[in-house]
């Protein structure tokens, strides 16, 4: 017996048409009552077949339980790396989008065919990736020289020191408090950015064979035309994002498929797809 094989498994052939590039899809208005539909329906989808998502689930858990061990002996990373990672979780929730999708079709979510999700797309994809990890490296090395520069030391001597004893310090200099201002204020700017360039960036690009440039456009259009439920949207994934760390990641193996079925549906309400871009 012949195993099932998609249509959407095929690879593209060739890189995506650029024809319409810089255009978008046309977007929906949602209100924020639409949030806890996509909550819900995301949880329907991850009990569809849970070991496949719980999967994808363990895997982000034990980067950032990696991280967090790496943190240990450089404490600069702790709240720059756990961040950072969180920039790129988009893309790393590819196949739980494609499992989401799957079981929209009616057809086998399996972990197997989730994991060939990129070959749908992979040109824009590959490009997609990089730009997330441009962006990650960009805040890491940018919140190392935010602290340095408080520290009026250089990063390797900030590196150095423990958590407690940097902890203590930020919180008995005189200006510990602009210090963790500016940090945060740095740290919203890189994630505004990924948000509003990213919040369906991913989903249209398996599910549609279109350019990096037009999923970008369509993930700005949506936020612009729904700011109050974007974010709305964007406070809901980060308050589960951080319970599931608080935990010490152990969470994020339910949270984080959960928050990546939920963001399928979201794109499903906010882009119409039935339109020509």
Known sequence: MQPYVSKHDEPLSS???????FQSYPVRKVGIQHIQQWMMAGWNDLKHNPSASLAYGAVFAII??????????????????????????PFLAVGLYDLSRRIEDNEPPTLRHSMLALNRNVFSLGIYAMALGVMMIAWVRASALAVALFFHADSDTVSNAGFADMVGSIMAMENGFWMVLGFTLTGLLFAA????????????LIH????????GATSLRAVMKNPMPMLAWALTITATMMLGIATFYLGLIVLFPLIAHASWHAYRDLVDTGKSV
């Open 208 to 215: 549609k064979d279109v350019d990096i440039v037009t999923a």
């Open 193 to 204: 950015v990924a948000f509003v360039t990213g919040v369906v960036t991913a989903q249209l």
């Open 15 to 21: 890189p995506p048409d650029t024809s319409k590039l």
């Open 64 to 89: 950032g339980i990696m991280l967090n061990l790496v943190a240990d002996a450089n404490p600069l990373f702790i709240a720059a790396c756990t961040t950072g990672f969180l920039l790129v979780g």
